[in-house]
């Protein structure tokens, strides 16, 4: 069973950092695409960076800059740092796994990050 668990949202400052982080279990996050994902209210759900099992990324435009995503094999976790946040970045932001063996995906919970302007 494959289950993804998110942590490290809260409520911080324009301006402030936050870094996320999504611990898998059931499946290997070096052998699939792993992205994150947000949600504003009132918005439909958005990709905002995904990273390929070779280590490929890819940014929307939004967030260039300012966001960074990495993995820890070991740990089988993927993090996502938020530098310079901005009141547009409030939204619940979700960890996805593709499984493109399986073409599967699956998504965490989500964790909610609040930026106070």
């Known amino acids: 069973q494959v289950q993804l668990v998110e942590s490290g949202g809260g409520l911080v400052q324009a301006g402030g950092s936050l870094r996320l982080a999504c611990v898998v279990s059931?499946?290997?996050?070096?052998?699939?695409?792993m992205a994150w994902y947000r949600q504003a209210p009132g918005k439909q759900r958005e990709s905002i960076v995904g990273?390929?099992?070779?280590?490929?990324?890819n940014f929307t435009d939004s967030v260039k800059g300012r966001f960074t995503i990495s993995r820890d094999n070991a740990k089988n976790t993927v993090y996502l740092q938020m530098n310079s946040l901005k009141p547009e970045d409030t939204a619940v932001y979700y960890c996805?796994?593709?499984?493109?063996?399986?073409?599967?995906?699956?998504w965490g919970q989500g964790t909610q990050v609040t930026v106070s302007s």
């Open positions: 996805n796994l593709q499984r493109l063996l399986f073409r599967d995906q699956y």
């Open positions: 990273i390929t099992a070779g280590g490929i990324t």
């Open positions: 059931g499946s290997s996050i070096r052998m699939n695409r």
